[in-house]
């Protein structure tokens, strides 16, 4: 009797524990913002169409397995405690049954049916977010996946830049979709932005796109969601949703060349001096690589190295100097500049605005 009451105790405390997880889950879904972002990476916060969809399908998915496990566990639970072992069954065999067609059909059935229904609830989202219309008004990027960095190109608006993708807040009584056409020019990668839209893979010769219509400003992270290599954890994005007026902006800003400063004319030599213009761009000037960033307007982005430190005095000379002090494995090589002419570069890195 003991252990009956141990086991009942322990099957409450379970249950109520799974209940507690599941409703917190459902309540963290239903209380979603609604103002800004919330710079953070919860799927039951979608912010855009597409991510709307998948977190509903979620929810759809997670009631109907949450039901099929209350009545598994009751059945057990009665199970367990009806046919339990009596001091007046004095080692008797219990009776036996030897089959039963209804209860046969029915745990056949019923799964097959609960399949069907969750088969055709996910097909319908995957055809309404991958078979979505490509509007004339949308914006373009293509997103290109390098180890361990993201190269964002606006086709339409001749920008180029790195890791911080800006695209423009979506209006649904005047929807402003960005489409993004995903390329990789090594191994395999994924763009997950959760708030924004599911995880899409982009594989070398296979291009893929996905699109996303934020409702809300703010700024979402996001990652590579597909090991590709030694700094695949490193390997961050953010997205800047801006209004209207914002976005336009940051396209102006963007599209003019680098600043002419003559007072960093010094370390603009030691870059075109050394390899850092072998991989580097900076439009209006020779340096014109495509094995790294962009850099024309480093300065306008909040972080360097793919989101792992902020973009600071500090953390750029130290990127420049040793780049594996911040990314480990980073491919990008430490220049061994004197301290001079290092002086002089970060200074020129902090005129690219």
Not at 119 to 135: G, N
Not at 206 to 225: E, I, K, S
Not at 259 to 284: K, L, P, Q, T
Not at 318 to 346: F, N, R
């Amino acid at each position: 009797m003991c252990l009956l009451k141990m086991r009942s105790s322990t099957l409450r405390s379970l249950a109520q524990t799974i209940l507690l997880l599941f409703w917190s889950a459902m309540a963290v879904w239903a209380n979603q913002p609604k103002g800004s972002s919330s710079h953070g990476t919860n799927i039951f916060a979608p912010a855009s169409t597409p991510a709307k969809s998948i977190a509903d399908l979620s929810v759809f998915v997670l009631v109907i397995t949450g039901i099929i496990f209350v009545v598994v566990f009751a059945l057990l639970v009665y199970s367990v405690v009806k046919f339990r072992a009596r001091a007046t069954d004095a080692g008797r065999e219990p009776a036996q049954v030897y089959g039963s067609t209804q209860i046969e059909l029915a745990w056949t059935i019923i799964p097959i049916l609960i399949v069907v229904v969750l088969f055709l609830a996910t097909a319908r989202v995957i055809h309404a977010i991958q078979d979505a219309p490509e509007p004339a008004g949308a914006v373009q990027v293509t997103a290109i996946g390098h180890q361990y960095w993201w190269e964002f190109r606006y086709p339409k608006l001749g920008i180029v830049t790195a890791n911080e993708l800006h695209i423009p807040v979506s209006d649904p009584n005047h929807p402003t979709p960005t489409f993004l056409q995903l390329l990789s020019v090594d191994t395999d990668h994924s763009f997950w932005v959760p708030e924004l839209g599911g995880k899409t893979d982009l594989i070398p010769n296979h291009p893929n796109r996905m699109w996303m219509d934020p409702q809300r400003t703010g700024v979402f992270l996001g990652q590579c969601a597909q090991y590709c290599g030694t700094q695949h954890a490193k390997m961050l994005l953010r997205v800047s949703v801006d209004g209207p007026e914002e976005f336009a902006s940051w396209v102006r800003a963007q599209q003019k060349p680098a600043v002419e400063d003559a007072g960093a004319i010094a370390g603009r030599r030691v870059f075109e001096s050394n390899a850092c213009m072998n991989c580097h761009a900076v439009a209006g000037t020779a340096a014109d690589g495509r094995f790294g960033p962009d850099l024309t307007h480093l300065m306008s982005r909040a972080t360097i190295a793919a989101g792992a430190a902020k973009n600071t005095h500090n953390n750029l000379r130290l990127w420049i100097q040793d780049p594996s002090a911040i990314k480990p494995g980073s491919l990008m090589p430490a220049m061994k500049l004197s301290d001079a002419d290092l002086d002089a570069v970060v200074s020129y890195m902090e005129t690219l605005r």
